[in-house]
């Protein structure tokens, strides 16, 4: 399967010239889905450089007649991360997945920013962004899109990573025997076979913008609350005032910027995406379909105008170095060398975390003592706890389903929209609904707070399991009905063993971020009414509203400790045995 970016037949791109006389309406619909995404940009850039509030003002509306601009502003700070989460996704999960020195950094890295707050994000970048552009918006604005980028880019990573990982070797093999050069390769073959379950990776990735997105539209700086426009900022305001009818609007504002995204976006991405889909000649349905990607590839204006891009682009290949040639055998000499280039290696990484580890501990130990560091072990075991449970039971409930809608390109296309506004929904709007009932019916928090850990989370394994479904090959499935395989056998054979490395991929950044959430979930709030549970994300919640800033150090070094251990000790070994057992090769 390398990408063929030939017209496909029945394309006006592929006809002669005599036949590109006349405009046609879809070049009228193309020119205005152009003009109007331009438009749109430059009306959310106006307001850039213009200066930031003074203290104490409240530049917030919560009449319905504002929400169409904030949704706006926060549509284009979601699509900025976005962007800037693509160019972070193709070169960091290369890096990692092309070295085996650079995976061995880069890999527990990752594992340790999924786990990190936004909070602590925003916090230590805050100061930077703003010095970029002295009293005007414009710096705040770069770090409410770094704030939303944090809550996209790690789990794009994963899935890119464990896609490249993952490529067919009979795929690698006729790459080189076209000889291809690294990067011919990585836009021709690696991009197009990670490209279906990137895309689904991205709708969860622009859900987990609008979970988080109420902080990032709040962006603090010493005393000074700086506080954008945008539809999180409206939806906090709205909660500090308690106001339901603000908050049943910015529902209804999400839910419409949700379905413009998908038919805007996502369905002609999923649409384009399902070309390089191994398997693709036999999909068991109709291939999908979106008038917005018709439109584009039907305009012969849009042709005319992207040809010279096109060639731009196709001639970088000609300027990439051709393949290394093969290595000379490596003397006694030079094993040698390497083993020693190998244990420098080891040793430079060492030290350098052991210094981190020791001023981690300097700063911490100035204010806490070691049993409080203990007692803080402790709360994280019962975070744990909390996280295992969660992920296995939203494993049996969305595992079925994903593989049931994967399997169905229709039935898909019409639970993504639903799907992905599940996602989105922020927590915190649950907070009123959560909180009351378990104070009326004075249930344990500690058991019925933990379900707001997974609301935002499970949906990265719901959408993986639908991006591996959609790519199990068409003669898997005939031989499955051919020799009658049903019930559980199937399950076994077929289903569980196609979609287990995406599985993996989900639950890895559920996981993360389900620790990540423990610090909402587990302090709730509405009025005056306050709800605990015992765990290191309400310990972190606390000691950020103290402004302790030695208890929020030890709280993520905590929680990043558990992350990291648990994914090179269990998390790990699953990724490496799916990617043994049960990658298409």
């Keep these: ?52 509030p003074g203290p104490g003002t409240r530049a917030i509306d919560l009449s319905p007649a504002a929400l169409p601009e904030y949704a706006l502003r926060t549509s284009m700070r979601m699509l900025a ?54 009293g005007k918006a414009l710096g705040a604005e770069l770090a409410a ?60 990735s ?90 584009l590839r039907r305009s012969r204006l849009i042709a005319t105008a992207i040809a010279p891009l096109a060639a731009a682009w196709r001639w970088t290949y000609r300027i990439a170095p051709p393949p ?4 000379v055998p490596a003397t006694a000499a030079g094993e040698t060398a390497a083993r020693w280039r190998e244990r420098l290696w080891y040793a430079a990484v060492a030290a350098v975390c ?25 709360l994280g075991l019962a975070t744990m706890v909390r996280v295992f449970v969660l992920i296995a039971l939203a494993s049996l409930v969305w595992v079925p389903v994903g593989v049931w809608l994967g399997l169905r390109p229709a039935a898909a296309r019409i639970a993504q929209p639903v799907a992905q506004f599940l996602a989105a929904f922020p927590a915190n709007l649950l907070f009123p609904l959560a909180v009351s009932a378990i104070a009326a019916l004075r249930l344990d928090p500690d058991i019925w707070l933990s379900p707001l850990m997974i609301l935002g989370t499970q949906w990265y394994i719901l959408f993986n399991v639908i991006a591996g479904a959609s790519t199990i090959p068409g003669e898997f499935r005939d031989i499955g009905t051919n020799l009658r395989v049903r019930g559980w056998l199937w399950w076994r054979r077929i289903a569980l063993p196609a979609v287990f490395p995406f599985y993996m991929t989900g639950a890895i950044t559920a996981s993360g971020g389900s620790w990540n959430a423990s610090i909402v979930a587990e302090l709730a709030s509405w009025g005056d009414t306050t709800l605990k549970a015992h ?51």
């Design 81 to 134: 991360a976005m962007a800037l989460s693509l160019v972070f996704t193709f070169t960091y999960a290369t890096c990692a997945a092309r070295s085996r020195h650079a995976e061995q950094i880069l890999i527990p890295l990752l594992d340790i920013l999924q786990s990190v707050p936004i909070l602590g994000f925003i916090s230590v970048t805050v100061v930077f962004f703003m010095s970029l552009a002295p």
């Design 535 to 585: 765990g290191l994300g309400a310990y972190i919640a606390e000691a950020t509203a103290a402004g302790d800033f030695h208890r929020v150090v030890l709280g993520i070094a905590v929680m990043s400790g558990f992350v990291v251990v648990i994914n090179r000790t269990f998390w790990r070994p699953l990724y490496a045995f799916a990617e043994r057992k049960f990658s298409l090769d």
């Design 354 to 378: 052991l210094f981190a580890l020791w001023k981690t501990a300097t700063f911490v130990f100035t204010g806490v003592t070691l049993a409080e560091a203990g007692r803080t072990v402790l």
């Design 145 to 204: 899109i770094f704030a939303i980028f944090t809550s996209q880019a790690w789990n794009m990573a994963f899935s890119f990573y464990h896609s490249l990982r993952t490529v067919p070797k009979e795929l690698v093999e006729a790459s080189r025997s076209f000889r291809l050069s690294a990067w011919m390769r990585f836009w021709r073959l690696d991009v197009p076979f990670a490209m279906p379950a990137l895309v689904w990776n991205m709708m969860m």
């Design 206 to 295: 622009i859900s987990g913008g609008w979970f988080f997105v109420v902080a990032a539209e709040a962006i603090s700086v010493g005393e000074t609350t700086v506080t954008l426009p945008g539809v999180g900022s409206y939806i906090a305001l709205a909660i500090e005032r308690r106001d339901i009818g603000a908050i049943g609007w910015a529902i209804a504002a999400m839910l419409a910027v949700i379905l413009l995204w998908d038919q805007l976006l996502f369905r002609p991405l999923v649409a384009w995406a399902d070309r390089f889909r191994v398997g693709q000649d036999d999909t068991g349905g109709p291939p999908p379909r979106a008038w917005v990607l018709t439109a």
């Design 324 to 327: 290394a040639a093969a290595r």
């Design 1 to 52: 399967m390398i990408a063929n970016s030939s017209a496909p037949a029945g394309d006006p791109r592929a006809a002669p010239p005599s036949f590109r006389r006349t405009l046609t309406v879809w070049d009228l619909v193309a020119v205005l889905l152009v003009l109007g995404a331009v438009v749109l940009l430059a009306q959310a850039s106006l307001g850039l450089m213009q200066p930031l």
